[in-house]
């Protein structure tokens, strides 16, 4: 079973510039998660999709962080314009159960962005 | 903002030692969730319990759940240099409200 994709596992942009991520979830999952993960702490949820409406965005940033799950599956998070702050690892992750009673979340490796 | 508080937030042991990490919540809980994460990487989970257990086992992994105290502990048995990583804790919200949300983790080094 394919796992988790994310692109790209890297990025380096300069303050003011936009950077795009972008996620595919495992088949058939219909829950989508973004965290973000700044060096030395634990994931922050960004927002989670339910196939492809918004559960819970209460912690986006939305005056510059804007993310989309088109047609349920794939997902992509983007910045624009990015602060020195946004440098941190963007998570995605699924999960079957959208409960979370008996599942787990899956996660990407990540992509890390470092805004100079 | 984040819902679990691991302890300790550095845990070095040697190999074959057991190590034990604690982590402390806030509010009512669906479940807790113990995640790992090795450097660089994605985070993998590694096990589940609800809020009316109080113990689990998984392999070498043992979980406690204390809700009256808003507390879990994993314990790592006979502890290998691969179990090196960050350990978080992650609790989904009672009620209505499914989201998991992460402590800071610990991070275990395993000295060979």
């Known amino acids: 079973e394919a796992g988790v994709a994310q692109s790209p596992r890297y990025k380096i942009i300069e303050k003011r510039q936009s950077v795009a991520f972008w996620c595919n979830p495992i088949s058939g999952h219909a829950t989508l998660y973004w965290y973000q993960q700044i060096l030395g702490q634990g994931p922050k949820l960004l927002i989670q999709f339910q196939n492809n409406g918004v559960v819970d965005d209460s912690q986006l940033p939305k005056d510059r962080f804007s993310a989309e799950r088109l047609k349920g599956v794939d997902s992509t998070l983007k910045i624009q314009p990015a602060k020195l702050e946004d440098s941190a690892v963007y998570l995605c992750a699924s999960s079957l159960d959208p409960r979370l009673n008996t599942g787990e979340l899956f996660f990407g490796e990540g992509s890390r962005l470092t805004v100079l | 903002s984040q819902q679990g508080e691991e302890d300790p937030q550095a845990l070095s042991i040697q190999e074959g030692e057991n190590a034990t990490m604690n982590c402390s919540y806030k509010t009512s809980i669906n479940n807790l969730q113990w995640y790992r994460q090795n450097s660089g990487r994605g985070l993998v989970h590694l096990i589940l319990i609800r809020s009316n257990e109080r113990e689990k086992h998984s392999g070498r992994l043992r979980v406690t759940l204390d809700t009256s105290k808003k507390s879990s502990s994993l314990l790592i048995t006979a502890s290998r240099a691969a179990d090196t990583a960050s350990y978080f804790c992650?609790?989904?919200?009672?009620?209505?409200?499914?989201?998991?949300?992460f402590g800071k983790g610990t991070l275990l080094t395993v000295n060979p």
């Open positions: 992650a609790t989904v919200g009672g009620g209505s409200n499914y989201k998991l949300t």
